[in-house]
């Protein structure tokens, strides 16, 4: 179900670019320009968003109006808190490039990296 | 022959004598991968003895192939002529240790899979996958890099790292990620934390579990190698860890693995001797077989 997955980015993706409520009508319509997509299956994907907890709507004529709960940049930041929390967990789960580090480590990284520089040269 | 005496030798040897003779040893940094191979088969030994002396002490008289009879016993598929209440303790004992692992084991890729999987549904709509970084792209302004291994794997920069690094900077932290997805690291990690939780005041738990994380990461560097210069990869790190947001490692407790690293990415590159590796390859492949023969020697089976 990848491309399900894809449509839900796909139209969080439209929302939050626009950042007003917008209806279905306007989403299949600007995912048409790249592609073709049926109205029903961004409707049902919507409705799935919504009750997801990521989406809210309210009725305006016979339409529904849609708008994220939050914005992209909140869900960044919970993620990155979630990913850079620490925890017993973290190492299984989660691997970092690198691991945090004190000042005086970063100095004595940075002054072996010189060194290095130094005798390449 | 009762192998019990010989069994519990034997764990001692590996449980207490061998992780201090791995510290002592230089070439585990040289070859990681294959020292980690090693960390993993002294665990298996060691666990395979425990489990196989708690049957030997039970049931003294026996080898393994009367074990496997007993167990048949047990498990009433054999013909049921007298197991004895102590060998039937020796057999539940024997099952504890080998349950134990399995239990654990789960307990940890359950545990850290579920906080991935969460993680990923999440990541896949916030983030924007970007084919060029061959990573998925979240805007955050603090540097950071990581993958989310298993089944869907993901990479992830954010734009805080992206502006950060150049873009060979990139692509090498990006292959040393891939080579962590690649390779499955994540298992090996469970499998240590999973030795480590049910052995856990063991010397070779403790010391298995600090230098294991160690490994992967410079196992990972090998291969980010091979494909970008030292330089890149170390300049990578250094602006990583001083601009960067992750946390302190948990498992490490031996330091900034950082500096170990990039020391050794700096360094001469040097690969362990050839007819040490070989030596090293044999240890592992032998240490978890030799529980066995001891518990049946081929001349008694």
């Given at each position: 179900m990848r491309w399900l997955g894809d449509l839900e980015a796909e139209i969080l993706d439209c929302l939050w670019k626009w950042g007003r409520p917008a209806t279905v009508r306007e989403v299949v319509d600007d995912i048409n320009t790249r592609r073709p997509s049926a109205y029903s299956t961004v409707m049902t994907v919507a409705t799935i968003l919504y009750n997801k907890g990521w989406l809210t709507r309210e009725k305006q004529g016979r339409?529904?109006?849609?708008?994220?709960?939050?914005?992209?940049?909140?869900?960044?930041?919970?993620?990155?808190?979630?990913?850079?929390?620490?925890?017993?967990?973290?190492?299984?789960?989660?691997?970092?490039?690198?691991?945090?580090?004190?000042?005086?480590?970063?100095?004595?990284?940075?002054?072996?990296?010189?060194?290095?520089?130094?005798?390449?040269? | 022959m009762n192998a019990a005496p010989a069994l519990l030798g034997y764990a001692a040897a590996v449980g207490w004598v061998a992780p201090r003779v791995m510290l002592r040893s230089s070439w585990p940094h040289r070859s990681p991968a294959l020292a980690a191979t090693v960390w993993i088969a002294f665990a298996a030994s060691f666990s395979l003895c425990v489990a196989l002396a708690a049957l030997h002490l039970a049931t003294p008289q026996a080898h393994l192939h009367g074990i496997l009879y007993s167990c048949q016993v047990a498990l009433g598929i054999g013909p049921t002529t007298g197991a004895g209440a102590v060998e039937r303790v020796g057999i539940a004992a024997s099952a504890v240790v080998v349950a134990a692992h399995v239990v654990s084991f789960a307990f940890h890729a359950l545990r850290a899979r579920g906080a991935r999987n969460g993680h990923r549904r999440i990541l896949d709509k916030v983030g924007r996958p970007s084919a060029g970084l061959r990573a998925t792209v979240i805007d955050h302004g603090v540097p950071a890099a990581y993958c989310l291994p298993g089944r869907r794997p993901r990479i992830v920069l954010s734009t805080g790292a992206v502006e950060l690094l150049s873009r060979a900077e990139l692509g090498a932290v990006?292959?040393?990620?891939?080579?962590?997805?690649?390779?499955?690291?994540?298992?090996?990690?469970?499998?240590?934390?999973?030795?480590?939780?049910?052995?856990?005041?063991?010397?070779?738990?403790?010391?298995?579990?600090?230098?294991?994380?160690?490994?992967?990461?410079?196992?990972?560097?090998?291969?980010?190698?091979?494909?970008?210069?030292?330089?890149?990869?170390?300049?990578?790190?250094?602006?990583?860890?001083?601009?960067?947001?992750a946390p302190r490692g948990t498992l490490s407790a031996g330091g900034p693995t950082a500096l170990v690293r990039l020391r050794r990415i700096l360094g001469p590159a040097r690969c362990a001797h050839p007819a040490l590796r070989g030596v090293m390859a044999a240890t592992a492949v032998m240490t978890p077989l030799l529980p066995l023969l001891l518990a049946c020697p081929p001349g008694l089976g």
């Open positions: 339409a529904w109006l849609y708008t994220p709960v939050r914005s992209r940049e909140a869900y960044s930041a919970a993620l990155m808190e979630d990913a850079l929390g620490a925890s017993e967990d973290r190492p299984a789960a989660l691997a970092y490039f690198v691991e945090r580090m004190t000042d005086e480590e970063v100095a004595a990284l940075r002054e072996a990296l010189r060194t290095a520089d130094r005798t390449a040269e | 990006v292959e040393h990620e891939r080579a962590h997805i690649a390779c499955r690291h994540h298992l090996v990690l469970v499998a240590a934390q999973s030795f480590a939780t049910v052995f856990r005041r063991l010397p070779l738990a403790r010391h298995l579990r600090e230098q294991i994380p160690l490994l992967l990461e410079m196992a990972a560097d090998d291969r980010a190698l091979r494909s970008y210069p030292h330089g890149v990869l170390a300049t990578a790190m250094v602006e990583m860890a001083s601009g960067g947001a």
